[in-house]
């Protein structure tokens, strides 16, 4: 596996940490109440998008490189 | 005697010898750091319900400060980014471009490494505190008017030692307690050392959690270390392989590239099972 794929294996692991960061934030909004809490949903949300806004950059700016 | 494929893939596999070693290394590393997971995954699932301290065995996780574990993910998965594209701009014959990637990612590695720092020392400065009376505080203590640093291990305190050093008396500020709104007052509770049970700072003998958490992101740290200072004898004195042997150089640079993203992504799942479940 080249950097290249690991890279993107890496990318869709922080795009589902940051989903699952976005979802702890708006569970614990739910019960505290807290705008801090509501503020960790929405910053993970804009930080999962913004990771696939780049996956998408990174595949068109490397699509010559292999992926072995 | 040359050695074969070090900078061209062997044609049966379609690698070169470093990339196969590296993914050797990383399968021994990945046991390394699955059997902590697991271990850590098993201790909390079998910690005490309720809030610690006032449960003595409940799973203090709730210390761990999330703003300061996101920023530090965001860091690093900045320096992922860098250390991709650094590659990207050998494959694309760009020295210049690479040499400014890599130094923004050793220069994000000590960032991560620096505020790991900061959260270690809010850790070893931070008392858990138990008196005879059953009542638990977790807080900062004051001995002889003196605050307990974080690089001197006299500065650790205890009750053996408070005992020992014939302290009668220490200063303690409790943290706010959760659940009471959070606005506790600062002042210095006085605290006669015959009336405590039990003090400790955040350390690894404290408590199973600090042992784990000390564990894991110490021994990620060694990696962050490490793996930067690789990419720095590759970005500064190593890069003089460049001009004789390109090839073999931006293999180098793929093979610490995987590095370093394996290390990230342990944090990518330390992350949210230490701080956040």
Same mark, same amino acid.
Request: with cysteine; charged share 15%.
């Given at each position: 596996? =080249?950097?290249?794929?690991?890279?993107? !294996?890496?990318? !869709?692991? =922080? !795009?589902?940490?940051?989903?699952?960061? =976005?979802?702890?934030?708006?569970?614990?909004?739910?019960?505290?109440?807290? !705008?801090?809490?509501?503020?960790?949903?929405?910053?993970?949300?804009?930080?999962?998008?913004?990771?696939?806004? *780049?996956?998408? *950059?990174?595949?068109?700016?490397?699509?010559?490189? =292999? *992926?072995? | 005697?040359?050695?074969?494929?070090?900078?061209? $893939?062997?044609?049966?596999?379609?690698?070169?010898?470093?990339?196969?070693?590296?993914?050797?290394?990383?399968?021994? #590393?990945?046991?390394?750091?699955?059997?902590?997971?697991?271990?850590?995954?098993? &201790?909390?699932?079998?910690?005490?319900?309720?809030?610690?301290?006032?449960?003595?065995?409940?799973?203090?996780?709730?210390?761990?400060?999330?703003?300061?574990?996101?920023?530090?993910? @965001?860091?690093?998965?900045?320096?992922?980014?860098?250390?991709?594209?650094?590659?990207?701009?050998?494959?694309?014959?760009?020295?210049?471009?690479?040499?400014?990637?890599?130094?923004?990612?050793?220069?994000?590695?000590?960032?991560?490494?620096?505020?790991?720092?900061?959260?270690?020392?809010?850790?070893?400065?931070?008392?858990?505190?138990?008196?005879?009376?059953?009542? @638990?505080?977790?807080?900062?203590?004051?001995?002889?008017?003196?605050?307990?640093?974080?690089?001197?291990?006299?500065?650790?305190?205890?009750?053996?030692? &408070?005992?020992?050093?014939?302290? /009668?008396?220490?200063?303690?500020?409790?943290?706010?307690?959760?659940?009471?709104?959070?606005? $506790?007052?600062?002042?210095?509770?006085?605290?006669?050392?015959?009336?405590?049970?039990?003090?400790? @700072?955040?350390?690894?003998?404290?408590?199973?959690?600090? @042992?784990?958490?000390?564990?894991?992101?110490? &021994?990620?740290?060694?990696?962050?270390?490490?793996?930067?200072?690789?990419? $720095?004898?590759? /970005?500064?004195?190593?890069?003089?392989?460049?001009? /004789?042997?390109?090839?073999?150089?931006?293999?180098?640079? #793929?093979?610490?590239?995987?590095?370093?993203?394996?290390?990230?992504?342990?944090?990518?799942?330390?992350?949210?099972?230490?701080?956040?479940?």
């Amino acid at each position: 596996m =080249s950097l290249k794929a690991f890279h993107l !294996v890496f990318i !869709v692991a =922080s !795009v589902l940490l940051m989903t699952g960061f =976005s979802a702890w934030g708006g569970a614990r909004w739910r019960t505290t109440g807290d !705008v801090v809490d509501l503020a960790w949903c929405f910053l993970g949300g804009v930080a999962a998008v913004g990771l696939v806004v *780049y996956a998408r *950059y990174f595949l068109k700016k490397l699509k010559h490189i =292999s *992926y072995l | 005697m040359e050695i074969p494929y070090t900078d061209k $893939a062997r044609p049966d596999t379609g690698l070169y010898n470093a990339k196969v070693g590296l993914w050797l290394f990383l399968a021994s #590393e990945i046991m390394l750091f699955g059997a902590l997971f697991s271990s850590y995954i098993m &201790l909390r699932v079998g910690a005490d319900e309720g809030v610690w301290p006032a449960v003595k065995l409940a799973w203090p996780h709730h210390l761990l400060n999330v703003p300061i574990g996101t920023f530090n993910t @965001a860091v690093l998965i900045t320096s992922s980014v860098t250390v991709v594209m650094a590659w990207a701009s050998l494959k694309m014959n760009n020295f210049k471009r690479f040499r400014m990637f890599m130094v923004i990612t050793i220069l994000c590695a000590f960032a991560f490494l620096g505020i790991k720092s900061y959260e270690y020392n809010e850790k070893f400065t931070h008392y858990e505190l138990r008196l005879k009376d059953g009542k @638990a505080l977790t807080g900062h203590l004051e001995v002889n008017g003196k605050h307990p640093g974080f690089w001197s291990p006299s500065d650790l305190w205890n009750l053996p030692r &408070l005992t020992s050093s014939n302290v /009668t008396e220490v200063k303690f500020v409790a943290d706010p307690m959760e659940g009471h709104g959070g606005h $506790a007052s600062h002042e210095a509770l006085t605290v006669k050392v015959d009336e405590i049970s039990h003090l400790d @700072a955040f350390i690894p003998r404290n408590h199973t959690f600090f @042992a784990i958490y000390f564990t894991i992101t110490a &021994l990620h740290g060694l990696h962050v270390l490490g793996g930067a200072l690789v990419l $720095a004898y590759f /970005t500064f004195p190593g890069a003089g392989m460049w001009k /004789t042997n390109p090839e073999q150089f931006t293999n180098r640079i #793929e093979v610490g590239g995987l590095f370093w993203h394996f290390v990230d992504l342990v944090w990518i799942f330390l992350f949210p099972v230490v701080y956040l479940l």
